[in-house]
């Protein structure tokens, strides 16, 4: 039951990290492969369901970029009913230097996953895009993914 609800809330926030150089009003599509570590904290809800609250930090590599890799952070909050049904909202910011970072808002739900965009700074100031990736599970709340993400500045 957890794994299916963690599952839901990692697709998206694990799954979405780029860098590289950005000039203003161009779009450049960002590839790599990256791993993540989960930490969680469970409500159990008075009528069954739970509420999970997670945090995780993950690394990966990045291409076009100078510096080949990015770190992220991010926390989001998830609803698990008994019937196994999953919702979860998230944030992330990533990192490839110092001053340039990226940050995006996801929602996960029965039908997939969305993320949006929502700034940065730096070269990334004002940025948006979409994105796909695909993921591979590990253990003790660890995992890793591959991703693809197109970022266009203004």
Not at 103 to 123: F, M, N, P, Y
């Amino acid at each position: 039951m957890w794994t299916m609800f963690t599952r839901g809330v990692l697709f998206g926030a694990t799954l979405v990290l780029f860098g590289g150089a950005v000039s203003a009003g161009e779009s450049v599509t960002y590839r790599g492969t990256g791993s993540y570590v989960l930490t969680r904290a469970i409500l159990p809800l008075a009528n069954g369901d739970a509420v999970m609250h997670l945090i995780h930090d993950t690394i990966a590599t990045i291409e076009p970029s100078e510096s080949g890799f990015i770190y992220g952070d991010c926390a989001g909050l998830a609803h698990l009913t008994v019937e196994n049904e999953y919702s979860s909202q998230f944030f992330c910011t990533f990192t490839e230097t110092e001053g340039d970072s990226f940050d995006l808002r996801g929602r996960d739900e029965k039908d997939g996953a969305s993320v949006e965009i929502i700034g940065g700074s730096g070269k990334w100031t004002g940025a948006t895009g979409a994105s796909i990736w695909k993921r591979k599970w590990g253990q003790n709340n660890r995992g890793t993914y591959e991703y693809e993400i197109k970022i266009t500045t203004p």
